[in-house]
């Protein structure tokens, strides 16, 4: 029986294809790298050879006769010197306020007895869904020096002005009151998943509270608290609108030094160029930072299941944290909206007294009725959603396939295609609108002035987010599970389709919801791409503010907020259904 089994011959052992052979650069490979190089690279390197010649890219026409390195003047000039000085000192203010905001909100609800935990909970979250610019608009309306309705209810009260909005403590304010979500999210994971193991022998061998959080809990958490004030740092430095919104005009950083270099007449593109490769390298330095940083995140000690942490204490204190939580929301959100609501309510923004302005009819819903009703304002509605339905789509399709390709084949050449996808993270967004605006100029492709390019555009933009959240889920998925399909005889393609794809259903279903809410918050990237026919509602809002059309600005700025909570609502509760569905 042994020699007959022996010698019959072995079974052949089913080809596993695409996956594990592939020894060549394919064309799936190949078309990924032109379709990421015509997105991102050709953009960003677009903007790297203006900076050296004489002229920005036409269209059809390159023009490498003039290389120069004068365009780097600007970069030394006044202007600039003063912009790159007023961004360093905006982004450490704002990142260490963001950070003191974010991180007190996550330690309170992960790990002391604060009331109203989950109301805070919330309370952190809740500005991300205003947008960064709408939230300074408000201010701008709130804490305008003179017509400011804080200031206005002041005098009301005939007190001094309270608030000045349009200086770089002001800036530094409201930037700080809109990214301490981002603050919070990251130290609020460092600060539940940490092994109790250590704090409780600090206590059993005598140590305070005080000691414990000071000596175990903080430096623990360092990594996160870290990676938080840089990633920040980063976002805050290459904000574009709510520095030229608060700003009023009177100080530059550098995306609104770029900006007013190509609104100039003739617009400067070149020393812009110039001017954006400095924001590109700063950015790049600092993420760099970032990335060692959160690398170290390793050290912090994770729990594992059945380890409860310890909560710590607050005492007296417990009342005044929920306070100062429900400062942080009045701040970022209540007064905001009720600022919109007021001037799109009121005759006119601009009230002489708050305390009469509620008198003689002089409320009405005449402003939000020509809002809602605007064809401007409709159009614009019906861009914005189709644009950011059609760039989720794209995006999280484009994303999954790349990641697939990375993270599950041993094609050559896959890892180059991982770097490219998350390139878009280290290029400011007015930098990487700027090489946007000169690629489909100069392309032999007539989507200009089309939503087309808008979508093209968010695509770029958004990939490393949607190439995160695609790799974070594919490998979840174990492959042995596509790999038993093939060994039954389906081909690799029906493989992916029939377990991988139904299996990522919700995680690739949250990708597109990130995507589509990025998508309808974004106002940078396509600054420079929109027609009269293509404005979106984050154009028209940041058009009619920078005219001076207060009222309808407020208006429109509601509807956004509303359609954005609605996408919102319809998000988490298609989320639920499909969880529930899987």
């Known amino acids: 029986m042994t020699t007959q089994l022996m010698e019959a011959p072995a079974p052949e052992a089913p080809d596993i294809p695409?996956?594990?052979?592939?020894?060549?650069?394919?064309?799936?490979?190949?078309?990924?790298?032109?379709?990421?190089?015509?997105?991102?690279?050709?953009?960003?390197?677009?903007?790297?050879?203006?900076?050296?010649?004489?002229?920005?890219?036409?269209?059809?026409?390159?023009?490498?006769?003039?290389?120069?390195?004068?365009?780097?003047?600007?970069?030394?000039?006044?202007?600039?010197?003063?912009?790159a000085l007023n961004s360093l000192l905006i982004g450490i203010g704002a990142s260490v306020l963001a950070l003191a905001i974010g991180g007190f909100l996550a330690f309170v609800t992960a790990r002391t007895n604060v009331r109203g935990a989950r109301f805070l909970y919330?309370?952190?979250?809740?500005?991300?869904?205003?947008?960064?610019?709408?939230?300074?608009?408000?201010?701008?309306?709130?804490?305008?020096?003179?017509?400011?309705?804080?200031?206005?209810?002041?005098?009301?009260?005939?007190?001094?002005?309270?608030?000045?909005?349009?200086?770089?403590?002001?800036?530094?304010?409201?930037?700080?009151?809109?990214?301490?979500?981002?603050a919070f999210l990251l130290t609020h994971s460092a600060f539940s998943l940490m092994n109790p193991d250590l704090e409780e022998a600090a206590r059993t061998h005598g140590a305070k509270p005080a000691t414990v959080l000071r000596k175990v809990?903080?430096?623990?958490?360092?990594?996160?608290?870290?990676?938080?004030?840089?990633?920040?740092?980063?976002?805050?430095?290459?904000?574009?609108?709510?520095?030229?919104?608060?700003?009023?005009?009177?100080l530059d950083t550098l995306p609104t030094y770029i900006f007013r270099l190509m609104n100039s007449a003739p617009a400067r593109g070149n020393e812009a160029a110039a001017v954006a490769i400095t924001l590109v390298v700063i950015v790049l330095l600092v993420t760099a930072v970032q990335r060692r940083v959160v690398a170290r995140r390793s050290f912090t000690t994770v729990a594992g299941k059945g380890m409860k942490l310890g909560k710590f204490d607050l005492g007296r204190f417990r009342t005044p944290a929920l306070l100062l939580g429900i400062g942080y929301f009045i701040l970022s959100t209540v007064l905001p909206l009720l600022a919109l609501i007021f001037v799109t309510l009121h005759e006119s923004p601009y009230v002489n007294s708050i305390l009469s302005a509620f008198t003689n009819g002089r409320m009405g819903l005449d402003a939000l009725r020509?809002?809602?009703?605007?064809?401007?304002?409709?159009?614009?509605?019906?861009?914005?959603?189709?644009?950011?339905?059609?760039?989720?789509?794209?995006?999280?399709?484009?994303?999954?396939?790349?990641?697939?390709?990375?993270?599950?084949?041993?094609?050559?050449?896959?890892?180059?295609?991982?770097?490219?996808?998350?390139?878009?993270?280290?290029?400011?967004a007015i930098v990487l609108g700027l090489g946007l605006l000169w690629t489909w100029l100069m392309l032999p492709v007539p989507i200009y002035g089309t939503l087309l390019v808008m979508v093209i555009a968010f695509v770029a933009a958004q990939m490393p987010q949607g190439y995160q959240g695609a790799s974070s889920s594919i490998l979840q998925i174990h492959q042995d599970l596509e790999d038993s399909a093939v060994m039954h005889g389906a081909n690799r393609t029906r493989a992916v389709f029939k377990i991988t794809a139904p299996l990522l259903r919700v995680p690739l279903t949250s990708t597109f919801l990130l995507l589509l809410m990025l998508s309808m918050r974004e106002l940078t990237v396509p600054l420079f791409l929109f027609t009269t026919d293509t404005r979106l509602l984050s154009i028209v809002i940041f058009d009619d503010f920078e005219n001076g059309v207060l009222q309808r600005s407020a208006a429109t700025s509601l509807v956004y907020c509303v359609v954005i909570f609605a996408l919102a609502y319809l998000a988490r509760r298609f989320g639920a259904n499909t969880k529930n569905a899987h």
């Not at 903080?218 to 709510?242: D, H, M, R």
């Not at 484009?398 to 993270?425: D, E, H, K, Q």
């Open 122 to 182: 919330f309370v952190g979250l809740v500005p991300m869904f205003l947008p960064s610019y709408v939230g300074a608009l408000a201010w701008s309306l709130l804490g305008g020096p003179n017509a400011g309705l804080l200031n206005v209810f002041a005098r009301d009260l005939n007190l001094p002005a309270v608030f000045d909005i349009y200086n770089l403590g002001g800036l530094v304010f409201v930037l700080a009151l809109y990214y301490a979500p981002y």
């Open 370 to 428: 020509e809002a809602v009703t605007s064809d401007l304002v409709m159009r614009a509605t019906g861009n914005s959603v189709v644009v950011a339905i059609a760039a989720a789509l794209i995006g999280t399709v484009l994303a999954f396939v790349v990641s697939y390709v990375v993270n599950r084949t041993t094609l050559p050449g896959r890892a180059g295609l991982g770097y490219l996808s998350m390139l878009p993270l280290a290029v400011p």
């Open 18 to 83: 695409d996956t594990k052979k592939f020894r060549r650069p394919s064309l799936l490979t190949i078309g990924l790298y032109a379709v990421l190089a015509i997105l991102i690279v050709l953009p960003v390197a677009l903007v790297v050879l203006s900076a050296f010649t004489t002229t920005t890219p036409r269209p059809g026409n390159i023009d490498l006769s003039g290389l120069t390195f004068d365009n780097f003047a600007a970069v030394f000039g006044p202007g600039a010197r003063q912009a």
């Open 217 to 250: 809990t903080l430096p623990l958490a360092t990594p996160a608290i870290l990676g938080a004030a840089i990633l920040t740092f980063v976002l805050t430095v290459e904000n574009f609108p709510v520095a030229q919104i608060t700003s009023g005009g009177q």
